[in-house]
């Protein structure tokens, strides 16, 4: 049953498909198949949504459990695709939409996703590593994993088990191999990338004895990552340090502009030391 009125139409739809199961790395659990509506609606909120069929709440009595990726621009998927936060489904926000709780979709509490193309012939391989990778985490995930007080080894993994994820991790990184090398052969699609910026940092300052400019030559470099190039990690920050410049009472200063972290979180750093 269409939110609009009468069934839906598919005539001029892609091909799509969702992530069949739950905990499945970099998608989210919980979506379900209403039997009444024919739609897709996440099912882990206190209420089940609206359902266009009869305007009660969705029926997921009769569906599997599935799972949508995350990101607009994953690989493989079409993005676009979000929640309603009022009648708890999942429509396609590119085009205008009609709720069966009231007026249109609203997504702006949703996170973004994608759902799975028929046209990416390299899919079948990337699910092939991302099943391989929840084999390992079950076994890491597993009681048995870290022996206890009164085994062999107390406090480290258990033999055979850590065994059995050693020789696992070897299939998952030819796997992904595989599936990049697929990927790179897709129209558009683009290897990692090394760039280096160079320019000129300029610092200012406040103080009316020192107010700049102090300028300094940069040169930062990026990695941006394979087949779209959206994202990207900062490989090489040297420092930038300004100075010394006269700070009249404090004396002289040296200030250190310093990149720290990792690649999942990084901080610029600022340091003034006085003499």
Not at 49 to 57: I, L, N, Y
Not at 78 to 103: N, T
Not at 118 to 141: G, M, T
Not at 210 to 225: K, R, T
Request: with cysteine; charged share 15%.
């Amino acid at each position: 049953m269409c939110p609009a009125g009468t069934s839906h139409d598919a005539s001029q739809s892609g091909h799509y498909a969702a992530l069949l199961g739950d905990g499945i790395p970099g998608a989210q659990s919980g979506w379900r198949w209403c039997k009444k509506c024919q739609g897709f609606f996440f099912s882990l909120n206190p209420s089940k949504g609206v359902c266009p069929a009869d305007h009660a709440a969705h029926d997921d009595g009769a569906s599997g459990h599935y799972s949508l990726q995350f990101g607009d621009a994953v690989p493989g998927t079409q993005g676009l695709w979000r929640w309603c936060h009022k009648c708890q489904g999942l429509f396609f926000s590119g085009h205008p939409s009609v709720c069966p709780a009231s007026s249109s979709h609203d997504g702006s509490a949703s996170g973004p996703y994608g759902a799975l193309s028929e046209s990416d012939p390299c899919e079948p391989l990337r699910q092939e590593f991302l099943a391989l990778e929840k084999k390992i985490q079950q076994i890491q995930a597993s009681p048995d994993y870290i022996q206890g007080p009164h085994d062999p080894h107390p406090g480290k993994p258990d033999p055979d088990s850590l065994a059995e994820v050693k020789a696992l991790w070897p299939e998952v990184t030819a796997k992904i191999a595989q599936w990049t090398a697929c990927e790179l052969t897709l129209p558009g699609h683009l290897p990692d990338s090394n760039a280096t910026f160079s320019g000129t940092a300029t610092l200012t300052t406040s103080n009316s004895h020192a107010p700049g400019p102090f300028v300094q030559n940069v040169s930062i470099s990026l990695l941006f990552h394979e087949f779209d190039h959206t994202t990207f990690d900062v490989t090489n920050f040297p420092a930038i340090v300004v100075g010394p410049f006269p700070t009249p009472p404090a004396g002289s200063n040296t200030t250190t502009i310093t990149l720290t972290g990792n690649h999942k979180a990084r901080t610029i750093r600022h340091q003034d030391s006085y003499k």
